[in-house]
């Protein structure tokens, strides 16, 4: 109790501590801009101007002047609006250069930036008025009206309230429609803009920085004003407007595209004339020079009201000529543009959630191309990739604490600065080479984006060097590879039809030769009355679960073959170590038959704890004569298996073991899927952790050769069993793989073991995954396996004793083969 209280007391005072703080901060720093200290007089360039006003008894606008002592009185001033957020300064490099042409150039820190004050409404309107009450100040009757950017919609304004004050208005990259204005939508768009002041505005209200985060209007008086601004009202007075309107833009510019000036062109085609230069958005400053040209030649022909509108466009930067892939990636991109951003928000969502580093990136690309809006994007992103991190996220990358939450959210800022740069270099690539460049761009650029998600953590830095694992060891290569030489030597020698020659061996075993894995429980049944032979109880198929479990369970119990707990449940037809799982009470068998619907086997187990494959061929003259009292066959391969175990240290978890270890690290995805329950687990100094049971490679297990087992005791062990293999016409078994448990290798060597089970054709000789072991050696293993089956087809058929089967079946079942050894998901 007293502890509580204590607590209690102490949250109380260090609440009151940052309440008192806040206060204080709050005292210290100007709740708003003060106005500019010095007022604009006759011989100054800058200062307040005071206006008198109707919100206000007098507004201090800050005004910067050039060429007052130059001016030529029969030449209308020019105004220069700035873009948001700015000032004034902005026009530093093209004032001057307007004003030689003897003209008053002035430019107003609009209310709510720079060094002008807040006011309580701060749209196009209202900021119009303001521009007007300064002209008044200055006694300026008519001006012509340059609108940068945002400084466009005061523009266009001014020329609707006052057109008679206004000579002529420059559009400069100006916005304007409402449609071309981000996402297109005013309800998204100031939801943007709300979440903006709430971040930048209000929230730092909260903290006490004591003026170190600036004023509330220094940090967002520009989203204040967005948000009181409406470019629909725009939109809808753009047509209506007859004052003469130069609208200049560049045809690169990557923050108002240049279909918004085509837009704002199509919007008023009497009255306007379109420039269209060879330029970014910041024509002010780094095209000034040239668009002055255009500037003075406006203004000169409007001086005088009277004069018409020029109509001749002057477009220097055309829209560039794209061909091929080009022409589509810009082509998909404005059919998006067109799109409503809320299809455009649910597609990016759905992108990024299943393919979460390619979506990223398609949806950077064309916000790069300014096809798509970097707010609905940017949300799109993020709601993608919470959907995935907590649903689709495999057992490695789905966060697991609130560090990674936050790792896994903020990943989205550098691969937004990285993806935008290498967009650039994406569009350059479908530019020059066409869908190669793009799919290699593409290619490069993911797996940057990869890399660098990995790369800044610990456990990521150990999974890129399970990668680097998987790729230099063949043991981890697609099957595609591993085959290479039998598929082109298939290729080269043989059509399908010949190839179904090879279902001819084995002809006891199954149909095809064991193409496709016979079901277990049959070919269990084949073997001779041996005490090796490990027995299983075959568990079928049953829509009512309890009648189901209490056959399997009285099974267990009641049979003396199986032995009772343990004993290993596996699929009746299956392959590569799928679904094998070691049960030691009913809880796990009802566990296993609620996973496992279809037919199962239970198996009696063998303690081991050591497992090998031994891969008998059959001798091909001993085809016409199954009954012989020599040898058949002999040992072709012997792999030795080692199942994958970590040790504790008592520091580091079973996760953290896992990534750690060098061979461990290059499945654990396949590991940690296993131990999802107890992957944080902390193992105690020296306990070992079994991370697997079924003894194969891609079950975790490591293969390595073991031909130095093969003795005269086990060849002849293993050539009796495989004669004594027979189906009920008598016929026998021809090539395939064993697969044992024995307690030692010594016992192994003098015949003593249990057969888990007997892999036919499409076994192989496991030892070629020897990780000590090269490639090329592998590859010798493979082909001699495949040139002793070629043989034995051959001796089958001369003999009549195995027939291949149909060709329609044999490319099916081959294909469904070939498909398994690519990596391939196919119908059984």
């Known amino acids: 109790m007293r502890t509580n209280r204590a607590k209690q007391i102490l949250l109380a005072a260090l609440g009151l501590l940052y309440l008192a703080a806040l206060l204080l901060s709050h005292k210290a720093q100007p709740s708003k801009i003060s106005a500019f200290p010095i007022e604009l007089a006759d011989d100054r360039t800058y200062g307040a101007l005071l206006l008198e006003d109707t919100e206000d008894s007098q507004y201090p606008l800050f005004v910067r002047r050039w060429g007052q002592n130059t001016t030529n009185p029969e030449r209308s001033p020019v105004i220069l609006l700035h873009g948001s957020p700015g000032n004034a300064d902005n026009f530093s490099t093209l004032a001057p250069i307007l004003a030689q042409s003897e003209r008053l150039i002035i430019a107003p820190d609009l209310p709510g930036y720079g060094r002008s004050p807040m006011r309580e409404d701060l749209s196009y309107q209202s900021q119009a008025r303001v521009v007007f009450l300064m002209m008044d100040a200055l006694s300026i009757d008519r001006a012509h009206i340059i609108g940068w950017s945002s400084g466009g919609g005061v523009a266009l304004q001014m020329a609707h309230l006052h057109p008679e004050r206004t000579a002529s208005i420059t559009l400069l990259a100006s916005i304007g429609n409402q449609e071309t204005e981000g996402s297109g939508s005013y309800f998204f768009e100031h939801t943007k803009y ?30 204040e004003a967005f948000w009181d601004s409406d470019q629909r009202e725009l939109t809808r007075i753009m047509p209506t407007i007859e004052t003469p309107t130069l609208i200049m833009h560049g045809r690169n510019d990557f923050l108002v595209p240049a279909r918004s000036a085509e837009k704002h062109h199509e919007l008023m085609p009497v009255y306007s004339r379109l420039v269209m230069l060879d330029a970014s958005h910041f024509i002010p400053m780094l095209q000034a020079e040239e668009a002055s040209e255009y500037l003075n030649n406006h203004f000169a022909r409007h001086d005088d009201p009277t004069v018409t509108v020029l109509n001749e466009d002057i477009i220097l930067a055309p829209e560039p000529d794209r061909h091929g892939y080009d022409r589509l990636l810009h082509a998909i991109g404005e059919r998006i543009h067109a799109l409503p951003w809320a299809a455009v928000l649910i597609g990016i969502t759905l992108l990024v959630r299943f393919f979460p580093h390619l979506g990223i990136l398609l949806t950077i690309l064309f916000v790069v191309t300014l096809d798509i809006d970097f707010g609905v994007a940017l949300l799109g992103i993020l709601t993608g990739r919470v959907w995935w991190l907590s649903r689709g996220a495999n057992i490695l990358d789905r966060p697991w604490s609130i560090l990674g939450w936050i790792r896994g959210l903020l990943f989205i800022i550098p691969a937004f600065v990285i993806g935008s740069l290498y967009a650039v270099f994406i569009v350059t690539s479908t530019h020059h080479a066409g869908l190669l460049g793009f799919l290699l761009a593409t290619l490069a650029v993911c797996s940057i984006l990869r890399f660098l998600r990995l790369g800044v953590t610990r456990e990521g830095r150990a999974r890129i060097a399970g990668g680097f694992g998987r790729l230099t060891n063949h043991e981890y290569w697609a099957s595609a590879i591993i085959y290479l030489p039998v598929i082109l030597s298939f290729a080269r020698r043989f059509s399908l039809k010949p190839l179904a020659r090879l279902s001819a061996v084995n002809p006891g075993y199954a149909p095809d030769g064991g193409v496709n894995e016979d079901a277990k429980s049959a070919i269990n049944n084949r073997f001779p009355n041996d005490p090796a032979v490990l027995p299983i109880h075959f568990v079928d198929r049953n829509d009512d679960h309890a009648r189901r479990l209490g056959q399997a369970a009285n099974a267990v119990r009641t049979s003396e073959q199986l032995g009772g707990y343990p004993i290993i449940a596996k699929p009746d037809r299956g392959e590569h170590g799928v679904g094998v799982s070691l049960i030691d009470n009913e809880q796990k068998l009802d566990a296993y038959l609620r996973t496992h619907r279809e037919p199962i086997v239970l198996q009696k187990y063998h303690p081991g704890p050591e497992e090998v494959g031994v891969l008998w061929v059959r001798d091909p003259k001993t085809v016409p004569d199954p009954d012989a009292p020599t040898p058949h066959g002999s040992i072709y391969a012997v792999t030795i298996k080692h199942f994958p175990v970590i040790t504790g240290d008592g520091k580091r978890s079973i996760r953290q073991l896992i990534l750690k270890h060098p061979r461990y690290r290059c499945q654990a995805r396949m590991f940690l899927e296993r131990v999802r329950h107890e992957q944080h687990r902390i193992p105690e100094n020296n306990e070992t952790v079994k991370l697997g049971l079924a003894g194969n490679h891609k079950q975790g297990a490591k293969f390595t050769d073991g031909e130095h087992l093969i003795t005269p005791e086990l060849s002849a062990r293993i050539d009796m069993i495989a004669r004594g293999f027979r189906d009920e016409n008598g016929q026998g078994f021809d090539i395939g793989r064993f697969d044992l448990r024995c307690e030692s290798h010594e016992n192994l060597s003098v015949g003593e073991f249990g057969i888990i089970e007997l892999n036919g054709l499409a076994s192989e000789p496991t030892n070629l995954y020897d990780p000590e072991r090269s490639i090329f050696w592998a590859w010798r293993v493979l082909r001699g396996y495949w040139k002793h089956a070629e043989s034995l087809a051959d001796a089958r058929i001369a003999t009549s004793t195995g027939k291949p ?18 990596g391939l998901k196919t119908r059984r």
Do not use: D, N
């Open 194 to 223: 709300a979440l903006g002041l709430a971040l930048f505005g209000y929230f730092p209200e909260t903290v006490p920085h004591f003026g170190k985060l600036g004023t509330f209007q220094s940090r967002a008086g520009w989203l």
């Open 805 to 822: 089967i149909g060709t329609r079946s044999t490319r099916r079942k081959l294909l469904g083969w070939l498909g398994r050894g690519l």
